[in-house]
C-alpha cells in the first residue's frame, strides 16, 4: 500500500510571532511561527484586516523566532547607507530542531523566504543540551545568542562585508554545565559591549543529594553574559540569585531611549533590575477584585508586548487570566524610581503580543481566533486607578482592580484558528451532496463547534429586488482612471436599466446608454468613453455626450461580442465576425474585412489590453461544431485563425484572464503574467488552458467539473488582478493567491449572472444577479480552504456523538480547575457574606449595597474567562446541538468534580426502536500522575431531541472510551474491555476482558472485529465471541504507540494516530487466525504465550509518515462528491489534511522520484533533513510527501525544467498531474 500525503488547511495555532519591516517599506509586518509552518502576514491599516502574504511550509519544527537589522556599515558605503537605513529590511532569525541556526530575508519579488545564512552548531531534533530553544538578538543587530534548554549557548556576531551583505562570525561559547535555562533577551546598552540576560537553575548540588532536600531550597538566578567584541570572546559578567522563581525577562530600553535593564516576571511580582547603583525595584502584580479564583493561585505575567517612540515607552503585560496592564518606569537622572502599572483590558490569554506603529494590538490567542485591536486610547486620562510600587503595602498584600469591558481596544478584525481541534467528524447531515466537517474546538468558554464546508466566505453587502429577471448585468466607469464604477447596468428581455452608485443605488436616465432594448455588452472604453452593444448596433458614448452608432447589416442581428478596453469583436448571425479597434483620437474604427464562418458563434472572448501596447492579439471564438478557435489581431493577420482545440460537447462560455506567477512553468521570470483561456462547456465542466503569447497556440489543458449547469465564465477583480468567476449550480472563483492557482467554490447560493464591482465600501466585490435580485458580494478570506459555521459552547469540548436520525450532535465539556455554576452561586454567595461580615458597624450599609452589586455583577465567560478552581476540581456539561438552526437545543450540568471523558450514540438491541446516548465519567479526575475515585456511565434516552436521563451505572474506573457494538455498548474502563446491554435500573455487564496493559483510550469496531488502543502500547485486536460471550485478543503491534486516534480501513488493515504525531498503517496478513484460543486461566506455559509477552500475532507495518502535530481523529470518507475514498486526520493544531491511495504502481513510481529530486534541488530552508523529519520516531515508509512535491510549482523555472528533464516530462505535465492527484480526492 502507497499513500500521498496532503495538507489541506495548515495549521493555525500561532506559536510565536515577532514583527518588523521585512519587506524592506516603512509598512510593519507580522512574521507568525505556526509549528512547521511560516506565514507572513500584512496588517491593513486603512481596512484593518490581517492579509496572509505569504507561506511557507519549513519541514521542521520553528521553536523560536527573532527579528534584527544591522546597523551601520563600512565607511565606503556608510554615506549612502545613513540615506537608506530606513528602507532596510529586517531579517529573521529561526531557532528550529534542525541544529542550525538560519536567518532568513523576504524578498518581496518572488514573494518568498530566502536563506541568507545557515551555520551547524549540533544534532538535530529537540535535544536539552542542543540549543535552538531561545534566541535573543542584541538591540542594535550586533549579535545573536541561541541556547539550550540546558547547558549550552552560542552566541554569533553579525556584521556586513564590503557590499553591504550579512556576514556571521563563528560561534562563541557560554556553555555552563548543570544549569537549566528559563529565558534569554538581549539588554539594550547603546553601542557598548552587547549584554545577555538568562534565568538559570543550577541544578548540580540537587543532583548530587540524594535526600532531595537541596532541590527545596536551589534558588533562580539572573545571570548577565557579555561579548566582548575587541576580545572576541563571551563572559559571565554577573549573576544575582532571586527570591522566588520566574518564569520571563522583558528587556528595558536603554541608551537615548530609556534606563536599560530588565523587568523580571515571577510568581506573584514583578521587579526591575539593572547594573551599577541602581536599587531593585519590586512590585506586587495586581489581582482582580473580589475573584472567586483559588485563592492560594499564585499569579504569572505570561506575554508582553513593548511600544517606543522618541519620547516614551510603556509595555503591555497580560496575566494568565487575559488581562493586560500597561506598565510604564518612572525615571529621574537615568535612575528607574518606581513601577506603575494600570489595568487596562482583557482579551483571551495570548502566546504572543505586538504592538504596531500604526495603532493596531496583534493578539496571536493561545487557544481559539487570533485577534488585531485598535488602540483607541492609551489609558492615560481614564479614572482606572493607577498602581505604584511606592505605594506602601502590608506583606503578602497586594493592589486590587475592577473588571470592564473593552475600552482601549476595539476589535477590528479576527483571524480564524481552529486550535485546537478535539476531535472531528465528516458526514453530510445536511443533505448537501458534498460532506461537512463537524469540529470541536477551542478551550475554555470561547470553545466552538465548527461546522466547516470547502469553499470562500462570502459577505453581501445589499440585497435589491428587481422589476423582473434579468439577464445580464455589468459595471461601468466614467473614465479609464476612475478608482470606483459610475453605473450599474442591469438588462432584461425587453429593456436596460441603468443604476448609478453612490451612497444609495438609483436609477438614471441621463447615461447614454438606449434603455429601449436588451443588452449583449457595456463597458468604459477608451479614455472617457461608454460602449453598449445590443443586438441591431453598437452604441459609442463619448465624454460630451456625443452619440455615434454602428447598425447591424440588413436582417442580421449582433449575437455575441467581446470588449475590451480598445478593441470590439461582434459576431453577426450566419457566423460571420466583424472588428473594431479604437484609434488615438477615440473613434471606433471597423476593419475592412470581414471574416465568414461556416458554424454559428456560440460564445467569445478577447483579454485586456497589456500594459504598453495598442491592442490584445488574441480573440477566442467558441463555435457550435465542438471547437474553440484563436483569431489573430494582429494588424499583420488580422482575423486570420491560428490555432484550433476541439471540445467534448459545446461550449456556453469563454474567458480570456491574465493571471500573474505562472504555474506552467515555461517562463523564468517569477510574477510574469501568463494568459489563460478558460473554457466553460454546456455539460458543467470547465477547461482551462495556457495560452501562448507569441503564437496563440492553447496547450497545458486542465479539467475540472463545476456542476450539472451550463458553465458562465464572468471576468472579476481580485486583489487588483484578474481573477475568473465561474457560474454552474455552484459558483466557483479562479484566482492567483500567493503565486499558487486555486479554483474555490463560493459558499453561497447559486447565482445567474456577474461582473466586478468597485465601490468605496467595497473596493474589490462582485455584483450578481440570483432570479429577481440584484446582490452586492464581497469576498475577503482569500486564500481559506473553509467557510466556517460556529456554534459557541460552554466549556472545553472533549467528544461528541452525532445522531444520524435527528442530525443533531450531543458534545460532552469538562474543564479542569473549573467550578460548576451551582458551586459559583455558592461561592458568590460566601464571598458576599464575608464582606458584610468584614465590615465595621458604621460601613454594614455600604459594605450591603457593595455586597449585593457583586452578586448582580455577571461577567462574560467568554470575555473574562472563567475563575480557577483547585487541583483535581472540574465542571462538566453535555450539549445538544442542532447545525441546521446554529443553536443549543439542551444543556445539561453534571456535578461538580465529575468529568466527562467519552461518549456514544447507542442503538441497543432489547429496545432497537428507540436511540440512546451514554456518557462516561470520571470522578475526581487527577490528571498528573492519571488517577480518579470511580466512575459513572450516565444513559439517556433521546426524545424529540431531547435527553432525558434513564440511569446511572458505578464503575470502579474512568470509562475512557466506549462505542456501540451490533447492539451492544462497548466500553474500556481503565485496563478493561467491556460489554454491556441496557437493563432497567443500570447498564449490565454481559463479558469482559482484562488482559490489556495500561489504559484503553480509543475503540473501533467492523464485523465482529474491534481495535482496542491503548494509552502507550499501541493497538489490539479482538474477537468477540458470541456463542461463548467471550472477547479474545488474537492479534497485537510490535512497536510502542501512544494511541490517540483509529480508524478501521478495511477487515484486515486500520489507521493509527499517536500524540507524537505520527500515522502508522498496520495489516494483518492473511494466515492470521481470529479464530485462536486464549487461555483465560493463565495455565499455559509462560513460552507459549506469544511473542513478545503479547499476542501470539502480529500485525505488520504497511506505512509509516510523520504528520509533525498531535492526531486527534482519523476517519475514512469521501470528501468530494463522485471521489474516491481517503483518510482525513485532523490535529491539535488546527490543520486538516488526507492520505490518498495511489490507484497505479507508474503513478508511485512519478511521485517517489519527483520526491527524491525535491529533496536534493528544493531542501527544507530551515536546513532540517526531509526524509529524517518524516522519520521522526518511525521510519517513513511507503508514504509520498504531497507537501513536498507540490513546492515544485514554486521553484525556478531552469530547475522545473532541469527536475521534469530527469523525469522525462515536461514542466506543465508534472503541474497537471500535481493538480490532478489533489482534486481526484480532495480540493
Not at 495560452?691 to 489543458?701: I, R
Amino acid at each position: 500500500m502507497y499513500l500521498y500525503s496532503l495538507t489541506l488547511q495548515k495549521a493555525s495555532c500561532i506559536t510565536c510571532a515577532v514583527h518588523g519591516n521585512f519587506s524592506g517599506t516603512k509598512q510593519q509586518e507580522i512574521i507568525a511561527a505556526k509549528g512547521k509552518v511560516l506565514e507572513l502576514l500584512r496588517p491593513d491599516a486603512n481596512s484593518g484586516k490581517v492579509h496572509s502574504v505569504t507561506t511557507l511550509e519549513i519541514f521542521g519544527e520553528i521553536r523560536c523566532l527573532a527579528p534584527f537589522r544591522l546597523t551601520g556599515g563600512s565607511k565606503a558605503c556608510a554615506r549612502l547607507m545613513s540615506r537608506l537605513l530606513d528602507l532596510f529590511a529586517d531579517y529573521v532569525v529561526i531557532g528550529s530542531d534542525s541544529g542550525r541556526i538560519t536567518i532568513l530575508e523576504y524578498i518581496p519579488s518572488r514573494n518568498t523566504f530566502e536563506k541568507v545564512h545557515q551555520e551547524t552548531f549540533g544534532k538535530s531534533g529537540c535535544r536539552r543540551i542542543v540549543p535552538g530553544q531561545y534566541l535573543a538578538v542584541d538591540p542594535k543587530g550586533r549579535a545573536v545568542m541561541i541556547g539550550a534548554i540546558e547547558k549550552q549557548k552560542l552566541v554569533y556576531i553579525l556584521n556586513r562585508d564590503t557590499t553591504a551583505r550579512l556576514t556571521i562570525s563563528s560561534p562563541l561559547e557560554a556553555h555552563k554545565s548543570h544549569t537549566l535555562v528559563f529565558s534569554v533577551v538581549g539588554i539594550d546598552v547603546g553601542f557598548e559591549n552587547p549584554v545577555f540576560a538568562c534565568l538559570e537553575v543550577d541544578y548540580e548540588e540537587s543532583d548530587n543529594d540524594p535526600t532531595g532536600e537541596a532541590a527545596l531550597t536551589t534558588k533562580q538566578m539572573l545571570t548577565y553574559y557579555e561579548l566582548d567584541l575587541g576580545l572576541n570572546h563571551v563572559v559571565r559578567k554577573y549573576t544575582e540569585t532571586l527570591q522566588e522563581f520566574s518564569n520571563m525577562l522583558i528587556p528595558v530600553p536603554g541608551g537615548n531611549d530609556g534606563p536599560s535593564g530588565v523587568l523580571v516576571c515571577s510568581e506573584n511580582f514583578i521587579t526591575y533590575k539593572n547594573f551599577g547603583d541602581q536599587p531593585e525595584i519590586r512590585m506586587p502584580i495586581p489581582r482582580r477584585r473580589y475573584d472567586l479564583s483559588d485563592p492560594d493561585r499564585g499569579m504569572l505575567f505570561i506575554c508582553y508586548a513593548g511600544h517606543k517612540t522618541k519620547s516614551l515607552f510603556f509595555f503591555f503585560i497580560q496575566n494568565e487570566q487575559g488581562d493586560i496592564f500597561k506598565l510604564t518606569l518612572a525615571v529621574e537622572d537615568d535612575m528607574v524610581t518606581a513601577i506603575k502599572m494600570k489595568y487596562f483590558d482583557t482579551i483571551p490569554v495570548a502566546s504572543s503580543m505586538i504592538v504596531l506603529k500604526t495603532g493596531f494590538l496583534f493578539a496571536a490567542s493561545e487557544f481559539g481566533n487570533h485577534r488585531l485591536y485598535q488602540i483607541s486610547h492609551l489609558g492615560d486620562d481614564d479614572e482606572e486607578t493607577e498602581f505604584s510600587s511606592t505605594m506602601l503595602l502590608d506583606e503578602g498584600e497586594t493592589f486590587y482592580y475592577s473588571l470592564r469591558p473593552l475600552k482601549n481596544l476595539v476589535e477590528v478584525d479576527v483571524v480564524d484558528s481552529l486550535c485546537p481541534i478535539t476531535a472531528c467528524q465528516v458526514t453530510d447531515l445536511a443533505n448537501e451532496d458534498t460532506p461537512q466537517l463537524y469540529v470541536s474546538c477551542g478551550r475554555g468558554p470561547n470553545s466552538t463547534l465548527r461546522v466547516l464546508r470547502h469553499g470562500l466566505e462570502v459577505t453581501e453587502m445589499a440585497v435589491s429586488e428587481l422589476p423582473g429577471n434579468p439577464n445580464g448585468v455589468w459595471t461601468v466607469k466614467t473614465n479609464a482612471s476612475a478608482e470606483y464604477d459610475a453605473y450599474i447596468v442591469v438588462s432584461f428581455v425587453n429593456a436596460t436599466l441603468v443604476l448609478s452608485i453612490g451612497e444609495s443605488v438609483e436609477e438614471v436616465s441621463d447615461s447614454g446608454f438606449l434603455g429601449t432594448t436588451p443588452t449583449l455588452h457595456c463597458c468604459q472604453i477608451g479614455d472617457d468613453a461608454l460602449l453598449q452593444v445590443y443586438a441591431n448596433g453598437i452604441r459609442h458614448v463619448r465624454a460630451d455626450k456625443r452619440v455615434n452608432e454602428w447598425k447591424a447589416p440588413g436582417k442580421k442581428t449582433i449575437l455575441k461580442c467581446a470588449v475590451n478596453n480598445r478593441q470590439v469583436a461582434i459576431a453577426l448571425s450566419g457566423g460571420e465576425l466583424v472588428y473594431f479597434e479604437m484609434d488615438l483620437s477615440g473613434q471606433l474604427n471597423e476593419y475592412t474585412e470581414r471574416k465568414e464562418f461556416s458554424s454559428e458563434v456560440i460564445c467569445m472572448s478577447i483579454g485586456s489590453v497589456p500594459a504598453g501596447e495598442k491592442r490584445c492579439r488574441f480573440l477566442a471564438v467558441g463555435f457550435v461544431d465542438h471547437t474553440v478557435r484563436m483569431i489573430s489581431l494582429d494588424p499583420s493577420d488580422c482575423l486570420q485563425p491560428l490555432s484550433m482545440q476541439a471540445l467534448p460537447t459545446v461550449p456556453e462560455s469563454l474567458c480570456i484572464a491574465a493571471m500573474g506567477g505562472s504555474d506552467s512553468s515555461e517562463s523564468d521570470q517569477v510574477g510574469l503574467a501568463t494568459y489563460y483561456l478558460n473554457i466553460g462547456l454546456q455539460n458543467g465542466v470547465l477547461l482551462r488552458s495556457v495560452l501562448d503569447s507569441v503564437t496563440g497556440d492553447m496547450s497545458d489543458t486542465r479539467t475540472r467539473y463545476l456542476g450539472s449547469r451550463p458553465v458562465r465564465l464572468f471576468k472579476v477583480k481580485i486583489q487588483n488582478s484578474e481573477a475568473v468567476l465561474a457560474i454552474s449550480s455552484r459558483s466557483w472563483l479562479g484566482y492567483m493567491f500567493q503565486s499558487v492557482s486555486r479554483l474555490t467554490p463560493l459558499s453561497y447560493e447559486v447565482l445567474d449572472y456577474a461582473a466586478g464591482f468597485s465601490s468605496d465600501q467595497c473596493p474589490e466585490g462582485v455584483v450578481s444577479i440570483a432570479g429577481d435580485t440584484l446582490r452586492i458580494l464581497a469576498l475577503e478570506k482569500l486564500g481559506a480552504v473553509f467557510n466556517q459555521i460556529t456554534i459557541n459552547l460552554k466549556l472545553t469540548p472533549r467528544r461528541f456523538a452525532i445522531d444520524q436520525q435527528s442530525s443533531n450532535v450531543v458534545v460532552i465539556e469538562a474543564d479542569h480547575l473549573c467550578f460548576t455554576d451551582s458551586t459559583k452561586s455558592e461561592r458568590k454567595q460566601q464571598m458576599a457574606q464575608e464582606i458584610i461580615e468584614s465590615a465595621g458597624d458604621e460601613e454594614v450599609d455600604l459594605a450591603k449595597e457593595v455586597a449585593e452589586s457583586f452578586m448582580n455583577e455577571v461577567l462574560p465567560a467568554n470575555e473574562f474567562g472563567e475563575p480557577k478552581a483547585g487541583v483535581g476540581q472540574w465542571a462538566s456539561s453535555i450539549q445538544v446541538i442542532s447545525p441546521s438552526q446554529k443553536s443549543v437545543m439542551q444543556s445539561l450540568e453534571l456535578d461538580q468534580d465529575e468529568a466527562a471523558v467519552s461518549v456514544a450514540v447507542c442503538r441497543f438491541a432489547v429496545k432497537p426502536d428507540e436511540a440512546f446516548v451514554v456518557v462516561g465519567i470520571a470522578k475526581d479526575l487527577n490528571l498528573n500522575p492519571t488517577s480518579s475515585s470511580g466512575g459513572l456511565m450516565n444513559t439517556y434516552r433521546i426524545v424529540d431531541g431531547q435527553l432525558e436521563l434513564i440511569h446511572k451505572t458505578v464503575i470502579e474506573e474512568a470509562p475512557q472510551a466506549m462505542a456501540s457494538y451490533q447492539g451492544r455498548l462497548l466500553v474500556g474502563v481503565g485496563r478493561i474491555l467491556r460489554v454491556y446491554d441496557l437493563g432497567r435500573k443500570k447498564l449490565l455487564r454481559k463479558c469482559e476482558n482484562k488482559n490489556f496493559p495500561y489504559r484503553i483510550v480509543t475503540i473501533s469496531s467492523m464485523g465482529s472485529r474491534v481495535i482496542v488502543g491503548d494509552v502507550q502500547e499501541s493497538v489490539h485486536f479482538v474477537k468477540y465471541r458470541a456463542k461463548e460471550n467471550r472477547l479474545v485478543i488474537f492479534a497485537d503491534d510490535v512497536s510502542p504507540r501512544y494511541v490517540t486516534a483509529t480508524c478501521f480501513l478495511d477487515y484486515d488493515t486500520i489507521a493509527v494516530g499517536d500524540k507524537f504525531g505520527s500515522v502508522a498503517i498496520l495489516r494483518l496478513s492473511d494466515d492470521v487466525n481470529d479464530e485462536i484460543e486464549e487461555d483465560p486461566t493463565g495455565a499455559k506455559a509462560f513460552w507459549d504465550r506469544g511473542l513478545l509477552n503479547g499476542a501470539s500475532q502480529k500485525a505488520h507495518l504497511e506505512a509509516s509518515f510523520y504528520i509533525g502535530e498531535t492526531i486527534m481523529s482519523l476517519q475514512k470518507t469521501t470528501l468530494i462528491p463522485g471521489g474516491s475514498e481517503s483518510l482525513i486526520y485532523t490535529t491539535l493544531s488546527g490543520s486538516v489534511g488526507v492520505l490518498l491511495p495511489f490507484t497505479s504502481r507508474e503513478e508511485v513510481d512519478f511521485f517517489q522520484h519527483l520526491e527524491m529530486h525535491l529533496r536534493s534541488e528544493n531542501s527544507p530552508i530551515c536546513g532540517r533533513d526531509h526524509l529524517a523529519y518524516r522519520s521522526y520516531y518511525f521510519p517513513a515508509k511507503n508514504v509520498i510527501d504531497g507537501d513536498m512535491c507540490e513546492q515544485y510549482n514554486a521553484m525556478d523555472g531552469s530547475k522545473r525544467r532541469a527536475i521534469a528533464a530527469e523525469l522525462d516530462r515536461t514542466p506543465p505535465e508534472i503541474s497537471k498531474k500535481l493538480e490532478d492527484m489533489r482534486t481526484r480526492y480532495a480540493f
